[in-house]
T-cell receptor, first 114, second 110 residues
Framework: EAQVTQNPRYLITVTGKKLTVTCSQN?????MSWYRQDPGLGLRQIYY???????DKGDVPEGYKVSRKEKRNFPLILESPSPNQTSLYFC?????????????FGQGTRLTVV | DAKTTQPPSMDCAEGRAANLPCNHS???????VYWYRQIHSQGPQYIIH???NNETNEMASLIITEDRKSSTLILPHATLRDTAVYYC???????????FGQGTILTVHP
């Protein structure tokens, strides 16, 4: 089954403790991205990757890092999480970034930073 | 990408057609109209997209006006599981990025 898998689904952590949210897709997609969703602000893109070893900032990249060493994986790294990074996070993938391709989203990771 | 405008909420009776409108009056010729939905904090789910012609798939139909300034997503026989936030997105210039607005909260009631 074609899918985007995120882990963990829920995470509560303390300020400053490094964490990684994993994202994996099994569709051989080139384009992957991370979004965060906050009440009243909608979904905003954090980082994206057009292919292996090619990543770039989205609209809200501060406080996050990503890497794309393999095509299927696109982890999101919070080196020193802060309470304002408490949010619902989604990973997405598509065959390419062109306008005629649909995106597939993971089931989400709800992160709470205390 | 062109701005889209949707009503904040709509109701629909189970078994009836749900018609969700979207205004995109500034859409340019190469921008596609996409629809996604999000069921209760799950990941957004792709529904359908189109450029000029009407489109239909197993989930829904997309009707785009001839001037392309508005469109309607039609769920032909709404069920309770179709209760969700529906997002209309005009997508043209932004490589890969989807710009989600506030969407329409569709509530399907028995």
């Amino acid at each position: 089954e074609a899918q985007v898998t995120q882990n963990p689904r829920y995470l509560i952590t303390v300020t400053g403790k490094k964490l990684t949210v994993t994202c994996s897709q099994n569709m051989n997609h080139e384009y992957m991205s991370w979004y965060r969703q906050d009440p009243g602000l909608g979904l905003r893109q954090i980082y994206y990757s057009m292919n292996v070893e090619v990543t770039d900032k989205g609209d809200v990249p501060e406080g996050y890092k990503v890497s794309r060493k393999e095509k299927r994986n696109f982890p999101l790294i919070l080196e020193s999480p802060s309470p304002n990074q408490t949010s619902l996070y989604f990973c997405a993938s598509s065959s390419s970034g062109t306008v005629n391709t649909e995106a597939f989203f993971g089931q989400g990771t709800r992160l709470t930073v205390v | 990408d062109a701005k889209t405008t949707q009503p904040p909420s709509m109701d629909c009776a189970e078994g009836r057609a749900a018609n969700l409108p979207c205004n995109h009056s500034t859409i340019s010729g190469n921008e596609y109209v996409y629809w996604y939905r999000q069921i209760h904090s799950q990941g957004p789910q792709y529904i359908i997209h189109g450029l000029k012609n009407n489109e239909t798939n197993e989930m829904a139909s997309l009707i785009i006006t001839e001037d392309r300034k508005s469109s309607t997503l039609i769920l032909p026989h709404a069920t309770l599981r179709d209760t969700a936030v529906y997002y209309c997105i005009a997508r043209g210039t932004s490589y890969g990025k989807l710009t989600f607005g506030q969407g329409t909260i569709l509530t399907v009631h028995p």
